[in-house]
């Protein structure tokens, strides 16, 4: 199958609520840009680099989505233009991507990674790490981010029980965050989990955001 018919496949299966976050990390602009014509408009990069030089060649309506692993001195790269960054694992990244954002007059969204995962390799905050950075005087006083919802990658495996219980437990953190005063610049609006192998599971457990590639765009 061609990669428009996967993405109108693709998009039929999702219900309305659910944004699909292309995941195009090592594909060439050309494989956006195909998707793109076919109306696809939110992409998803791990690298900064990358993502940089793919936006500065490709249309300027594009969201732009961090969804790897962040280190402090790359949010430069990126700070100018990225819509949102799903990757927060740890209070030091937050100061640094408000710090760049401010530098660009912009509020840069993002969303807290949650270690769901039992596998020792996937990054992420528990969920009382969360509630200290949501709840922070510190995080407060940082006016150039918004904190937009969770994020969570189930660990790899074909147990399906497994993984709806790990997607439970962030959905669950959500919900219990919702129901909560939370600060200003802070909404749980975003609950990204689901990739390729698991995404009609994140969905089943109150995804509204799935992080798409190799179902899309092949193996990479
Ligand atoms: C690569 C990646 C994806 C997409 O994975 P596929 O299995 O190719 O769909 C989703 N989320 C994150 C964080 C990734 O790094």
């Given at each position: 199958m061609e990669l428009?018919?996967?993405?109108s496949a693709l998009r039929q299966k999702l219900p309305p609520q659910v944004t699909l976050v292309a995941v195009s990390k090592t594909k060439p602009a050309a494989d956006i840009l195909e998707a793109y014509q076919a109306g696809q408009r939110v992409f998803g990069e791990n690298k900064t680099q990358e993502m940089a030089a793919k936006a500065s060649e490709l249309p300027p309506d594009i969201h732009w989505h961090m969804i790897g692993h962040l280190q402090r001195n790359k949010v430069k790269n990126i700070a100018a233009f990225v819509s949102l960054i799903h990757s927060v694992d740890r209070f030091e990244l937050l100061a640094e991507i408000n710090k760049q954002a401010k530098r660009n007059g912009r509020i840069i969204p993002c969303l807290l990674q949650m270690r769901i995962a039992r596998e020792e390799t996937?990054?992420?905050?528990?969920?009382q790490q969360i509630k200290d950075i949501i709840f922070s005087d510190d995080v407060k006083q940082m006016?150039?981010?918004?904190?937009?919802?969770?994020?969570?990658?189930?660990?790899?495996?074909?147990?399906?029980?497994?993984v709806a219980a790990e997607f439970s437990s962030?959905?669950?953190?959500?919900?219990?965050?919702?129901?909560?005063?939370?600060?200003?610049?802070c909404q749980m609006d975003i609950c990204s989990m689901g990739m390729s192998g698991d995404w009609e599971i994140g969905v089943a457990h109150g995804s509204n955001m799935v992080r798409i590639g190799s179902a899309l765009f092949g193996s990479r």
């Open positions: 428009q018919a996967r993405l996937k990054h992420g905050l528990s969920a006016s150039h981010l918004r904190i937009s919802g969770l994020m969570g990658m189930a660990t790899f495996t074909d147990n399906k029980a497994q962030l959905r669950a953190l959500m919900n219990e965050l919702s129901s909560m005063e939370l600060p200003e610049r």
